[in-house]
Nanobody
């Protein structure tokens, strides 16, 4: 199994920045892709950004392109989401997800709250 723990959320004013962290443990050698998702109040969970664990492939939600950057530190089994120029509509619980080679099994963290005030 893979365990994921997010941190770094908080309250920030519009235009500000935050860096989210996701620490992976367990069968980290089975991870081939990691990503960030978010869920705003009353809405479904949506994709934000993803990164291949062994390569340099990244994907972003259109509305965060140019503002958010996903990165990794493989030796530390960490994935980050640097968020800049934050907007009130970025307010959500942010979740880290890992996809593994174990029949594509997915793992989720518990989430971290990001609140952007206008």
């Amino acid at each position: 199994q893979v365990q994921l723990v997010e941190s770094g959320g908080g309250l920030v004013q519009a235009g500000g920045s935050l860096r989210l962290s996701c620490a992976a443990s367990g069968r980290t050698f089975s991870i081939y892709n990691m990503g960030w998702y978010r869920q705003a109040p009353g809405k479904g969970r949506e994709f934000v950004a993803a990164l291949s664990w062994s390569g340099d492939t990244t994907n972003y939600l259109d509305s965060v392109k140019g503002r958010f950057t996903i990165s990794r530190d493989n030796p530390k089994n960490m994935v980050y989401l640097q968020m800049s120029s934050l907007k009130p509509e970025d307010t959500a619980i942010y979740y880290c997800k890992a996809v593994t080679t174990d029949w594509g099994k997915e793992y989720w963290g518990q989430g971290t709250q990001v609140t952007v005030s206008s």
